[in-house]
């Protein structure tokens, strides 16, 4: 069984081809004689967003040892002018030591109290909503992760369990059941996701793998067509496309027979040209089956992102970087 964050995807950051995605981050990032950037204007929300994407597009390309010096920096850097900008590059960091195994470190990166935040070292107490909104999802979602990895299943599920009960908290304790094949859990947990504010793509997912389950191949087809059907609507979003996506590719590894039964030939052209309209290069190899790797050895787009990696080091050593501008 192979465990998913929630269905529901918000603020989706697409995979653009790397040396677009490089060159758009680069605007924000460089000094140039003839405008400010996003350092010289103090636009430090913004300058937040960009580091905490582009420490994404290095951890993509497994260049993890570039990615924690970069959100090292950018968390000392902001966190004596917005502590709540500080947060995610101090929650990245606790994904680079869960992506090296290192379990234990992870943790007080994962896990901060937005009542009284300790980040880098620094007591920062209370958290603004936003960030501390982010806070507790993460410790529900990288936290059940995290107790998977250290101690198996049922670690997740006592982690789940303890603290309040979510839309997602429902989903992973769903696939839980589904993992050990208890059918009134499944059950249970799949009339809490498909509850009145439930998400239609989630509702379709998760019957298409309990049918799996029961080994119901006619309804399981029915309720992955449905799902792939709600891409045909024109109105839906970056992140509805981006997550009935990844909500395809979960049944694929959930059952990859059926899903293949369902999406040969022409439906599956139909998933890569969804993927492709995106902009989104991770989800077009993922659907083609190949490795997603943004910045291949010896290519112009690591060269880029690297050469960028140093110009961010170099602003963000400088003193008072993030000061407001006269």
């Known amino acids: 069984m192979i465990f998913s964050p929630p269905m529901r ?31 010289d204007e103090g636009k430090l929300p913004e300058l937040s967003a960009a580091l905490n994407n582009f420490a994404f597009l290095l951890f993509k390309a497994g260049l993890l040892d570039a990615a924690d010096d970069l959100c090292t920096l950018h968390c000392r ?12 590059p101090w929650i990245n960091r606790g994904r680079l030591q869960m992506r090296r195994g290192r379990f234990a470190e992870a943790r007080a990166f994962l896990l901060i109290d937005p009542s009284a935040a300790r980040i880098d070292g620094i007591d920062v107490g209370a958290l603004d909503a936003e960030a501390a909104e982010v806070c507790r999802n993460v410790a529900i979602v990288d936290g059940f ?11 997740a599920e006592h982690h789940l369990l303890s603290g309040p009960p979510t ?46 389950h029961r080994g119901d191949d006619q309804v399981c087809m029915r309720w992955t067509l449905l ?21 395809l590719l979960w049944l694929c590894n959930y059952d990859r027979r059926r899903f293949e039964s369902v999406t040969a030939g022409r439906v599956m052209s139909f998933l890569s040209a969804k993927a492709m309209a995106l902009g ?42 993030c000061a407001t501008p006269a």
């Open 145 to 155: 992760f995290l107790a998977m990895a250290e101690h198996g299943v049922d670690a």
């Open 167 to 212: 839309v997602a908290v429902d989903e992973l304790l769903l696939q839980i059941a589904l993992s050990r094949g208890d059918h009134a859990e499944v059950e249970r947990h799949l009339a809490a996701v498909g509850g009145d504010d439930g998400y239609a793509p989630a509702i379709c997912c998760y019957n298409a793998a309990v049918a799996a």
């Open 9 to 39: 995807r918000t603020g989706y950051l697409v995979r653009h081809p790397a040396e677009a995605w490089i060159d758009a981050l680069a605007v924000g990032f460089d000094r140039n004689p003839h405008h400010a950037d996003m350092w």
């Open 280 to 321: 989104d290069v991770e989800l077009q190899c993922r659907l083609q089956g190949r490795r997603y790797d943004p910045l291949p050895q010896n290519s112009a787009a690591r060269r880029m992102a690297l050469d960028l990696l140093d110009r961010c080091r170099d602003r963000l050593h400088a003193p008072n970087v």
């Open 227 to 247: 799902l792939i059907a709600l891409l045909n609507d024109d109105t839906a979003s970056a992140d509805d496309t981006a997550s009935i996506l990844h909500a």
């Open 77 to 88: 850097a902001l966190i004596r002018r917005d502590a709540g900008l500080a947060v995610q």
